[in-house]
């Protein structure tokens, strides 16, 4: 198995681990900051420690800036999958009361502001298919709405999309601050 794979394989487990140990301690469950700022450290660090050990298998001094992107890219997709498809499992299955407590929030929050007729005037105005239907009509659109985009699947969609973006982004930046400062003796 590839040292970038082994990794990837590494940080995302120790990454759902603290998950579940934070699910099974009750802490930082409607936060979402903290475990979001591990899951970009972990990524990082899968990236970066793939491609120091990929570098270090093929020669310090080997290969183009490309093919170390390619390398740190087996470090990033993997966790990036691993990640996105855990998360599907657990808001869906081990912890669905978080995304439930979001729906509702932001159902009581429309309900509140439905209450003002410029809202709603506002509404009609912004969205030509509201302009024909009544505010119970509207708000169980926005309902149904609100659910699809807060379902588990579009976590698993959305989450993937980032998560695959980021490890583009950052294997584009750690090959730079490798070949430019970590190893830069090593390039001539």
């Known amino acids: 198995m590839r040292p970038a794979l082994k990794s990837a394989l590494i940080f995302a487990g120790t990454w759902i681990l603290l998950k579940l140990l934070f699910f099974g301690m009750d802490i930082f469950q409607n936060d979402i900051f903290f475990p979001g700022l591990l899951n970009n ?7 970066a420690v ?22 740190s890219m087996v470090g990033g997709a993997p966790y990036a999958l691993i990640v996105s498809i855990f998360m599907f499992f657990y808001y869906n299955d081990i912890n669905p009361d978080f995304i439930e407590e ?12 439905m209450q003002r007729e410029s809202y ?7 969205n030509n298919d509201f302009e024909v239907l009544t505010d119970d009509e509207i708000f169980k659109k926005i309902k149904k709405d ?5 379902s588990p699947n579009s976590l698993l969609v959305f989450s993937l999309l980032g998560l695959i973006v980021l490890s583009l982004t950052y294997a584009i930046f750690v090959t730079v601050i ?8 090593f390039y001539s």
């Open 50 to 71: 793939g491609l120091y050990l990929e570098k270090k298998k093929e020669g310090f001094g080997e290969g183009t800036a490309l093919s170390d992107i390619k390398h």
């Open 178 to 185: 490798f070949r430019k400062i970590l190893l830069r003796n």
């Open 146 to 150: 609100t659910d699809s985009a807060l």
């Open 41 to 47: 450290f972990f990524l990082l660090g899968a990236i």
């Open 102 to 113: 979001r729906r509702s929030e932001r159902m009581d929050l429309i309900y509140n502001e």
């Open 120 to 126: 709603v005037d506002s509404l009609k105005i912004q």
